[in-house]
Structures are given as structure tokens and as C-alpha cells.
């Protein structure tokens, strides 16, 4: 949704401006972020802008995956458009270039046209014939409601050139006889994605332009229709690609969900440690720092220090996360106040089907979080606090590891069965008390406490033990001693 915060006083205008054509991919939501930290670091707008004019490709699911990618991320931005509610203004647009003289209208029927991208990589660059047509026979044609597409009239001749500055790429030019009079509409009258995109620029007043490094080659016709409609064209900023590790351009179709933002989300990664990820592919701050907030990635953000060449995604078959971006989740998570943390433990507790009341995960959470990666990771970690029954787990657990037999654990058990009911549950009390006994057993604290942390937990690697305990309450702990201790009776 919109921010509802209008003014902004900076004159900073960026947009995202995604195809609706499939779900949110990675390195759209690092376009997407890339934009939102210049517009914040510069106290900008940012601006929405759904390029939704391909009607064929477009699809509401895909809408969908959109806005829940970015609803995910959890950054705001300030308007929102449709470019399909704008196709009168494309058209207007076009009509003015063609008033100008800079476009002409071409009446190659519509499916002798449709090689056309593949042939401005060879012979096809422009139909001399169509594009010196004199001005009378053109409108004759078109009166006679024959159907013409109109194309740009890109300047010809030897030694012209097409330049635009890019604030990462520095100063671009080609020849301008290697651009072919490309279509501003088509001819069902339909505006091309190049027209529409800088019409909506132009009249959005954007001011940066900062999108995917595969734009690049598109902007050169940019640089021409911003010259066509009379528009000094935005600053432009191209981002690095983003690369598998053998330096294939991320794709759905090749390296499957892992190029797809909710795969993360799904997986229990932060969204602010998700976002620090990606500003780290192809941006870093002037300090080399790794771990930041997204208020220090907001004041350290500048289009400088973004670099040129493709950033890696380091990932495999067996693992698909960078583990860079999962050393940064682990940070984010213990950054993170315990509340917040808690509440955003919560729906992972609940989709594995537990009913974790807010206040006892709060208590869980600072026992299970220098002990977890992913969120997901909190729900096996911390099973156990909620379960009313612990999971079989195997009884020679209970057992001490180092020269420890059924009777010992046996005998600590019993001695915990026998002081727990009368030790008040909180830390200092509970470590004097099982110290105490575990001296009066002979016993080092380590071989004390294992039995009771595997008869409360059904395992040796839990959280510290005393506030283990004093989470989950002196008549649980009661019972799984009791349980436990039954359990090696049947042993020695
Ligand atoms: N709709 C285009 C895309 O998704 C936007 C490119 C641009 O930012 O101009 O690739």
C-alpha cells in the first residue's frame, strides 16, 4: 500500500516498475529496494508503477506475487500506477512524436513485422521505403484504414552517435545506424513498452531511473524518445546482473525457487536481513561493513559506490542459500528485540500446527535465539515447551555421557524428584539446589544435569537448563522426570 505520508520535501523521484508477466524475483526485489533506500536516503518519492500493458503475458497471480513479495520486505512506498490506465497519454505521446516528424508510420502488415527483434540483430534496421513515404500517401493509407504500426525516425548517417551518461556505467554511445526504427505503437494501436516507459517517466517526473543492467542496451531508444517528446531524460542507473555461481543470469526456469523472494520468506529469513543481502549484491557501503539495518543501509546508501560487475548468488543443488545470506539472518535475529522476534516466531509455531501462546514464546524466545539461522529453525528448536507430550526419544540419553550408567542417572533423577517439589523456581535457586545435590551424589555438575536437561528436553542439545525449567514450570518438569525415571527403571 501507498505511505500515507504525502509530503516529501525532497525533489527525488524514483520508480519500480515490474512486469506483471511472473513472481517477484530476486533481482527485481533488489531493484525495487535499491530504488526505495535513494529515495529515503535523499528524502525522495518512490513511486509503484505496474508495467501491465502486455495483456497476453500479464496475470493476476502474478500481481499477486508481487505485492506479496513487497508487502514481505516490509518497505513502504509513496504512489502507485497502473501503466494499462495510461495507454491514452502513450498514444497521445506517440501521435506528437509523429506530428514532429520523428516517427513514421509503417504499414508492413503486422506478421511480416513480428521478426522484427530478431532482425535488428541483422539486415533489419529500418524500411527505407516506408520511412521515406511522402507525408500525403502515408495519411492517404491511413485514411483508407490501412493498419500501420509507428516507428521512431532514429537519425541516419555516418558518425551519428547515441549518448546517455549512466551514473554506474559511466558515458554510453553507439552508432545510431545500429538501432532500428523501433516501434512506439503498435498496429492494433497499442504503445511498445519502450514508449510507455518513458512517457510515464517523463510525465511521473522521475528523476533516476534505476533498473536491471539488461536494460542497458534498451536505453539508447530511451535516450531518443525523451529527445522525441521533448523531456530531459532522468539520470540513469544501471544495477549489476544478478549470477548463479556459474555465472548464468538468475532464472526461474534454470535455477528454480531460489530466485524467487518468497522462497526466503518461506524459509524464515528476516526481511531486513534479506534486504541487507541483496544491498551487498552489487552495492557495498564505502567502509565495507556487512551487517547493517536498513537505517544504516538508508544513510549509507549512494548510486557511487553501486559496481559493474555481476554479483554471485553462491548457492547449490543441497543448499540453496548463500551462506553469506544466512550468516546475516543469524545476526538480524539476535539483533532483534526479543518482542519483535517473538511475534515474528509466531506464525511459524502455529503453521507447524502448535499453539503457542504469545507470552510463553516470549519467554522461549531468548533461550532458542543464539541457537537458530532461519526462523523456521525456532520451531524444532523449542518443540518441546509446547508439546503436552515430549516425542519418544531414546532412554540412554538419559544415560551421562562420559562413564555414566542406567543406575547413575537413575539415582540423579530420583534426587531431582525428591528437592524439586520444595526449590523455588528461579535460576539461583534451582543451580544451588542441584549443585548441592550433585555434590552429595559425588557428582561434577556436567553428569547432574544431563539426565534432567534429556528427561525435560527428550535431548542433550537444548537451551540453557534453569531457564529451561523455569519456562516450562515445576509440574511439567515433575512429570518428564517422573517419566524418565520409569523409563531407565525398566533398564537397570
Ligand atoms: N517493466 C520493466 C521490467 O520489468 C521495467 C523496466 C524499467 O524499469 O524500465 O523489466
Same mark, same amino acid.
Given at each position: 500500500?501507498?505511505?500515507? /505520508?504525502?509530503?516529501?520535501?525532497?525533489?527525488?523521484?524514483?520508480?519500480?516498475?515490474p512486469?506483471?508477466?511472473?513472481?517477484?524475483?530476486?533481482?527485481?526485489?533488489? /531493484?525495487?529496494?535499491?530504488?526505495?533506500l535513494?529515495?529515503?536516503h535523499?528524502?525522495?518519492?518512490?513511486?509503484?508503477?505496474?508495467?501491465?500493458?502486455?495483456v497476453?503475458?500479464?496475470?493476476?497471480?502474478?500481481?499477486? @506475487?508481487?505485492?506479496?513479495g513487497l508487502?514481505w520486505?516490509?518497505?513502504?512506498?509513496?504512489?502507485?500506477?497502473k501503466?494499462?490506465?495510461?495507454?491514452?497519454?502513450?498514444?497521445?505521446?506517440?501521435?506528437?512524436?509523429?506530428?514532429?516528424?520523428?516517427?513514421?508510420?509503417?504499414?508492413t502488415?503486422?506478421?511480416?513485422?513480428?521478426?522484427?527483434?530478431?532482425?535488428?540483430q541483422?539486415?533489419?534496421?529500418?524500411?527505407?521505403?516506408?520511412?521515406?513515404?511522402?507525408?500525403?500517401?502515408?495519411?492517404?493509407?491511413?485514411?483508407?484504414?490501412?493498419?500501420?504500426a509507428?516507428?521512431?525516425?532514429?537519425p541516419?548517417?555516418e558518425?551519428r552517435?547515441?549518448?546517455?551518461h549512466?551514473?554506474?556505467?559511466?558515458?554510453m554511445?553507439?552508432?545510431?545506424?545500429?538501432?532500428?526504427? #523501433?516501434?512506439?505503437?503498435?498496429?492494433?494501436?497499442n504503445p511498445?513498452?519502450?514508449l510507455?516507459s518513458?512517457?510515464?517517466?517523463?510525465?511521473?517526473?522521475i528523476?533516476?531511473?534505476?533498473?536491471?543492467?539488461d536494460?542497458?542496451?534498451? /536505453?539508447f531508444?530511451h535516450?531518443?524518445? #525523451?529527445?522525441?517528446?521533448?523531456?530531459?531524460?532522468?539520470?540513469?542507473?544501471?544495477?549489476?546482473?544478478?549470477? =548463479?555461481?556459474?555465472?548464468a543470469?538468475?532464472?526461474k526456469?534454470?535455477?528454480g525457487?531460489?530466485?524467487?523472494?518468497?522462497?526466503?520468506?518461506?524459509?524464515?529469513?528476516?526481511?531486513?536481513a534479506?534486504i541487507?543481502f541483496?544491498?551487498?549484491?552489487?552495492?557495498?557501503?564505502?567502509?565495507?561493513?556487512?551487517?547493517?539495518?536498513l537505517?544504516?543501509?538508508?544513510s549509507?546508501f549512494?548510486?557511487?559506490?553501486?559496481?559493474?560487475?555481476?554479483?554471485?548468488?553462491?548457492?547449490?543443488?543441497?543448499?540453496?542459500?548463500?551462506?553469506?545470506?544466512?550468516?546475516?539472518?543469524g545476526?538480524?535475529?539476535r539483533?532483534l528485540?526479543?518482542?519483535?522476534?517473538?511475534?515474528?516466531?509466531?506464525?511459524?509455531f502455529?503453521?507447524?500446527?502448535f499453539?503457542? @501462546?504469545?507470552?510463553?514464546?516470549?519467554?522461549?524466545?531468548?533461550?532458542?535465539?543464539?541457537?537458530?539461522?532461519?526462523?523456521?529453525?525456532?520451531?524444532?528448536?523449542?518443540?518441546f515447551?509446547?508439546?503436552?507430550?515430549?516425542?519418544?526419544?531414546?532412554?540412554?540419553?538419559?544415560i551421562p555421557?562420559?562413564?555414566?550408567?542406567?543406575?547413575?542417572?537413575?539415582?540423579?533423577?530420583? /534426587?531431582?524428584?525428591?528437592i524439586?517439589?520444595?526449590?523455588?523456581?528461579?535460576?539461583?535457586?534451582?543451580?544451588?539446589?542441584?549443585?548441592? =545435590?550433585?555434590?552429595?551424589?559425588g557428582?561434577?555438575?556436567?553428569?547432574m544435569?544431563?539426565?534432567?536437561?534429556?528427561?525435560?528436553?527428550?535431548?542433550?542439545?537444548a537451551p540453557?537448563?534453569?531457564?529451561?525449567?523455569?519456562?516450562?514450570?515445576?509440574d511439567?518438569?515433575?512429570?518428564?522426570?517422573?517419566?524418565a525415571e @520409569?523409563?531407565?527403571g @525398566?533398564?537397570?
Open positions: 500500500m501507498p505511505d500515507s /505520508t504525502p509530503s516529501k520535501s525532497g525533489n527525488v523521484r524514483v520508480r519500480f516498475a512486469s506483471p508477466t511472473g513472481f517477484l524475483h530476486v533481482g527485481s526485489a533488489r /531493484t525495487f529496494i535499491f530504488n526505495w535513494y529515495a529515503r535523499n528524502h525522495g518519492t518512490m513511486v509503484l508503477r505496474l508495467d501491465d500493458t502486455d497476453e503475458r500479464n496475470t493476476d497471480a502474478s500481481v499477486q @506475487s508481487i505485492f506479496e508487502r520486505l516490509g518497505l513502504s512506498w509513496d504512489e502507485e500506477y501503466q494499462s490506465e495510461r495507454l491514452a497519454l502513450h498514444r497521445s505521446a506517440a501521435h506528437a512524436i509523429f506530428a514532429s516528424g520523428l516517427a513514421y508510420r509503417d504499414f502488415p503486422a506478421h511480416a513485422a513480428e521478426g522484427e527483434a530478431s532482425s535488428s541483422g539486415a533489419w534496421l529500418f524500411n527505407p521505403g516506408l520511412r521515406e513515404l511522402p507525408r500525403e500517401e502515408s495519411d492517404r493509407r491511413a485514411a483508407a484504414g490501412e493498419p500501420f509507428l516507428r521512431y525516425r532514429v541516419r548517417g558518425g552517435m547515441v549518448q546517455f549512466d551514473a554506474v556505467y559511466g558515458p554511445s553507439k552508432p545510431a545506424d545500429e538501432i532500428e526504427d #523501433f516501434a512506439l505503437l503498435r498496429s492494433d494501436g511498445t513498452y519502450h510507455s518513458c512517457v510515464d517517466d517523463a510525465d511521473l517526473r528523476t533516476q531511473i534505476i533498473r536491471g543492467q536494460h542497458l542496451t534498451n /536505453t531508444k535516450a531518443l524518445i #525523451f529527445e522525441g517528446i521533448g523531456a530531459a531524460a532522468p539520470q540513469f542507473a544501471h544495477l549489476p546482473l544478478l549470477v =548463479a555461481p556459474d555465472g543470469k538468475l532464472s526456469r534454470k535455477h525457487p531460489v530466485v524467487s523472494v518468497t522462497t526466503y520468506r518461506d524459509a524464515g529469513f528476516l526481511p531486513d534479506f541487507n541483496l544491498c551487498l549484491l552489487g552495492w557495498s557501503p564505502k567502509d565495507d561493513r556487512e551487517f547493517l539495518t537505517d544504516e543501509l538508508t549509507a549512494t548510486l557511487e559506490n553501486v559496481n559493474r560487475s555481476n554479483a554471485v548468488v553462491n548457492f547449490t543443488e543441497e543448499d540453496p542459500f548463500d551462506a553469506k545470506a544466512v550468516h546475516l539472518n545476526e538480524h535475529i539483533a528485540p526479543v518482542e519483535e522476534l517473538s511475534a515474528r516466531l509466531q506464525p511459524f502455529e503453521q507447524a500446527g499453539s503457542a @501462546s504469545p507470552e510463553k514464546l516470549l519467554a522461549v524466545t531468548p533461550l532458542i535465539r543464539e541457537r537458530i539461522k532461519f526462523l523456521k529453525d525456532a520451531v524444532s528448536a523449542a518443540d515447551f509446547f508439546l503436552p507430550q515430549l516425542a519418544p526419544y531414546d532412554p540412554a540419553e538419559l555421557s562420559k562413564g555414566g550408567d542406567a543406575a547413575m542417572a537413575r539415582r540423579v533423577l530420583q /534426587t531431582a524428584l525428591e524439586l517439589p520444595a526449590t523455588p523456581f528461579d535460576h539461583d535457586s534451582l543451580d544451588q539446589a542441584l549443585r548441592t =545435590a550433585a555434590t552429595s551424589l557428582l561434577k555438575a556436567g553428569p544435569f544431563q539426565p534432567i536437561r534429556v528427561a525435560i528436553c527428550g535431548r542433550k542439545n540453557p537448563l534453569f531457564e529451561t525449567m523455569i519456562v516450562l514450570g515445576r511439567v518438569c515433575l512429570a518428564r522426570i517422573q517419566q @520409569s523409563k531407565l @525398566s533398564m537397570v
